[in-house]
């Protein structure tokens, strides 16, 4: 019987403002995994807060790489969002009213160069912004450059010449979408579906590069008639004999209403979603054998557990932005796999080369909330060291599908990271229920999606962020969310957050292909 499950959220979890409101570590929870299981005694409590145990975090050293970063700490003001302690002015409040008009009126007289230089500032900005506005009015209906305000039509995206300085409207031109893996590509703003006539391997490795894939596994021919209807509506075949990779946009290609062969390309870059080394027998219990999550991995924030994330290819690791937000420096993060149990005897760990989060992710908010790691070194697939597969574009998880949360969370308020990765089932709700005023409030945005049930008891608590939200879709597994925020743990009308990765599908196949074009053009001799 599912009652309750334990681990991280956000940084970002939410707190109510009643002050006689039961502490959120109180609450009984349970989490639910597999059979053969060894029994486990369950704590109260599992909280869901990415930097829940960031108070043992020592400052950083005067010669640390970042030494004016600033430290990871959660704040506990009711009703706000806990992201890092914000600072505050502590005006004179001792003083009357009358004291502090006095003070004020003597202030103005003292700096009236100040105050005039200071108007004449906010003149100009204000100026500067109303021209900014108007070069962003005039870009409504086309695309506009993200490094810049250049604007052009949005038939000039992906058609293989480069108007961005950083080239992005050269990227994301290719994606895989519906339940089939239907290959697409985007040409002058379009996007078709390809068909399988002069298809061929270069072709399908071009393809897998531009998704961020350095190698391709294989295609296959599906009938247009068995495809999406959407998917239909708009062909094109490829024609492409040489033996480099090519971007697909540049490839000569044939606008059609119907394929020749009556079949489209689908495409597989790599292999994902199995857990070769777990036993499918379910039963009750709270902790996860060797292999029934081999893609979750453990973040560690100099030297200590902070967040959950998921492997999605052998370079590339996938978790919260607010995880990862103000502390970028890879050297004081190290990722861990293959484990369960901590503390982190013989487990592999792996050094950091880059991390990324979303540009629009701000601290101070709760959206885009999704952040990569890649790695120093490849990974090595062993079992229990897996990638979960990333849904394809268009792909729906339908309201009530059962999903599997996972992580180390802490077994009580503000209390250390939990020994063994725990593990529970929850529901998706729709947007529109999370949206209620009961529950969220209209704080749900297409970047986010809610699981859990709306009784509580069941829900991901403090402690790992960034973990997966994983769906078992037939046999192959899918990343459905990464644990974002909340409001307290389990409780009523509060289910979890994650970050909805169909919706941020394109930003994380643009950083993988960006990261691929260049490791392969340092590999190209000159």
Not at 194 to 201: Q, T
Not at 504 to 525: C, D, G, K, N
Request: aromatic content about 8%; some cysteine; glycine content about 8%.
């Amino acid at each position: 019987m599912i009652t309750a499950s334990s681990f991280p959220i956000a940084i970002q979890e939410l707190r109510t403002e009643d002050p006689e409101q039961p502490d959120p570590s109180q609450i009984e929870v349970v989490s639910v995994t597999e059979e053969d299981l060894p029994k486990v005694e369950t704590p109260n409590t599992l909280n869901v807060s990415p930097l829940g145990s960031c108070a043992a975090i020592e400052e950083p050293e005067a010669d640390s790489p970042n030494p004016t970063e600033p430290h990871p700490q959660t704040s506990r003001s009711p009703g706000m969002p806990i992201t890092k302690v914000q600072p505050f002015i502590d005006g004179e409040s001792g003083s009357s009213e009358e004291d502090l008009e006095k003070s004020w009126r003597t202030r103005m007289l003292a700096h009236r160069t100040e105050l005039l230089i200071a108007v004449c500032l906010v003149t100009l900005i204000v100026l500067t912004l109303c021209i900014g506005l108007g070069v962003g009015l005039s870009c409504v209906g086309r695309y506009r450059c993200g490094s810049s305000s250049q604007c052009f039509s949005s038939s000039a995206r992906c058609d293989g010449v480069m108007h961005c300085d950083n080239e992005e409207d050269e990227l994301g031109c290719v994606r895989l979408s519906g339940r089939s893996s239907v290959l697409q590509v985007q040409r002058r703003g379009q996007w078709s579906t390809v068909c399988s006539e002069d298809w061929n391997k270069i072709l399908s490795l071009s393809a897998c590069k531009q998704l961020g894939y350095s190698r391709f596994v294989n295609s296959f021919f599906v009938s247009v008639t068995s495809i999406e209807a959407d998917l239909r509506s708009s062909l094109v075949s490829l024609n492409f004999s040489e033996s480099h990779a090519i971007k697909l946009q540049n490839v000569k290609s044939y606008s059609k209403t119907e394929c020749s062969s009556g079949m489209v390309t689908t495409l597989k870059c790599l292999e994902c979603g199995s857990r070769p080394q777990h036993s499918t027998r379910i039963v009750g219990g709270n902790s996860s054998r060797p292999g029934q999550f081999p893609w979750q991995v453990s973040l560690h924030f100099r030297s200590e557990h902070l967040c959950g994330g998921s492997i999605i290819t052998s370079r590339w690791i996938l978790t919260a932005a607010h995880c990862v937000f103000g502390f970028n420096s890879p050297s004081l993060w190290t990722v861990y796999v293959g484990l369960t149990e901590q503390p982190l005897d013989n487990a592999q760990s792996l050094a950091v080369q880059s991390i990324v989060h979303h540009a629009r992710y701000k601290d101070t908010a709760l959206d885009y909330d999704i952040a990569l790691l890649k790695l120093a070194k490849p990974l090595v697939f062993n079992g229990f060291v897996e990638p979960i597969c990333l849904p394809n574009s268009g792909e729906e998880f339908a309201e009530g599908s059962v999903c599997w949360i996972s992580g180390w969370g802490a077994t009580e308020d503000e209390g250390e990271a939990s020994v063994f990765l725990r593990s529970a089932k929850v529901a998706l709700i729709s947007t529109k229920t999370c949206n209620r005023p009961e529950v969220y409030r209209g704080l749900i945005s297409p970047w986010m999606i809610c699981a859990g049930y709306l009784e509580g008891g069941v829900d991901s608590c403090q402690g790992d962020s960034g973990g997966p939200l994983a769906f078992e879709d037939g046999s192959v597994w899918k990343l459905v969310g990464a644990t974002s925020w909340g409001r307290g743990c389990a409780l009523r009308n509060k289910p979890g957050v994650y970050t909805r990765i169909t919706q941020s599908l394109r930003w994380i196949h643009q950083q993988m292909e960006r990261e691929e074009a260049h490791t392969s053009a340092a590999m190209t001799p000159d």
